[in-house]
């Protein structure tokens, strides 16, 4: 669910825009941005104290490189990687952040009744996406036994995680096979690490994103919040909502990215758990909104997984501020609000 993005242009299914810097802005009102975890990071800072961009620079890049170390499936020597390598039966210790980060996934996976899985890594390489994808996944979806053979290895349930108590580091069981894949979850969890670090800078007014999931804290300068933008409902750019975001995370999981196709069939990388094969509906995009990041992208790819049916009762039941897009049977996009959602579903007059 990522794509490169900047704050020059982010608009596109669902993710916000931050339009560049204006002659007007006062120049404390800095932008510093960079690549990560295969898209871009951006940031929009007000900067009183004129704080070195350098430091700030190295303060994102320096957590960004630790979450990359420790929870990439594409680094072979990450702690993940090193995980999915395990033999069977062996208990693999765990960098604290890691064991939290797959403790939270758990959670959501138990919540939603198994729609979040952190787990599906020989699935979705069976989906032919991925490090790991499936080398004749060009020719087409999976066939019965394949599907078999990849779900079989999966469960978040196997996970056996152990947290760490007096002196030993937390650690999970490998059983045999079992392949991690944070991709729901790690850029939502880079988000917060990032936007503690700039807290910890003495910033306290910035916007703060990763492909597509984003912080907001404080105020710009002036005193008025920061304004993102999303998809605009039934294609039209002059319906795009402009949500004014004070203090929250927000995430948007969609269906535009990261999408193979053969023949007439095209199919997401977003995979439902339940099913072992991507999610079938007509919902093109859900936008989140959570206290932490880590929690907006697990929903967001939860809520994807489920649709707008069965994603927006669950927003209900668990009172999630969520916004659905909904693709209609003509091609036009329709949004729908759940009842904890502040803003409405429709561009102001």
Request: aromatic share 6%.
């Amino acid at each position: 669910m990522t794509r490169t993005l900047s704050f020059a242009r982010w608009a596109a299914g669902g993710y916000a825009s931050v339009p560049a810097p204006r002659a007007a802005d006062p120049a404390r009102l800095q932008t510093l941005g960079g690549p990560t975890m295969g898209t871009h990071w951006s940031l929009r800072m007000d900067n009183p104290r004129m704080l070195p961009q350098t430091a700030v620079r190295e303060a994102i890049e320096t957590v960004l490189a630790q979450v990359v170390a420790q929870m990439s499936h594409w680094a072979p020597d990450s702690d993940l990687s090193r995980f999915n390598a395990a033999p069977a039966g062996h208990r693999v210790e765990l960098p604290q952040a890691l064991a939290a980060v797959l403790a939270r996934a758990s959670h959501w996976a138990q919540a939603s009744g198994g729609a979040f899985d952190p787990t599906l890594g020989a699935l979705v390489a069976a989906w032919g996406f991925g490090p790991q994808a499936a080398p004749d996944a060009q020719s087409g979806p999976p066939d019965a036994a394949t599907l078999a053979r990849a779900r079989a290895t999966g469960g978040w349930q196997r996970l056996a995680l152990r947290p760490g108590a007096a002196g030993a580091p937390p650690s999970a069981l490998q059983p045999g096979g079992l392949q991690l894949d944070l991709s729901g979850i790690a850029k939502g969890h880079a988000v917060d690490l990032g936007a503690q670090a700039l807290q910890q800078l003495g910033l306290t007014d910035f916007l703060f994103e990763i492909g597509g999931e984003l912080v907001a804290r404080g105020l710009r300068p002036g005193g008025q919040p920061w304004r993102v933008q999303v998809e605009p409902a039934l294609d039209d750019e002059a319906q795009a909502l402009a949500l004014p975001l004070q203090d929250v995370a927000i995430a948007t999981s969609g269906d535009r990215w990261h999408v193979r196709a053969h023949g007439r069939r095209r199919w997401s990388h977003t995979l439902d758990p339940r099913t072992g094969a991507p999610a079938a509906h007509a919902l093109a995009a859900v936008t989140v909104l959570q206290p932490r990041c880590v929690d907006a992208d697990a929903l967001a790819t939860i809520l994807t997984v489920m649709g707008p049916a069965e994603g927006l009762a669950f927003a209900d039941r668990l009172g999630v501020p969520a916004l659905f897009t909904e693709r209609l049977a003509d091609g036009r996009l329709q949004r729908r609000a759940s009842r904890a959602w502040p803003f409405g579903t429709r561009a102001a007059a």
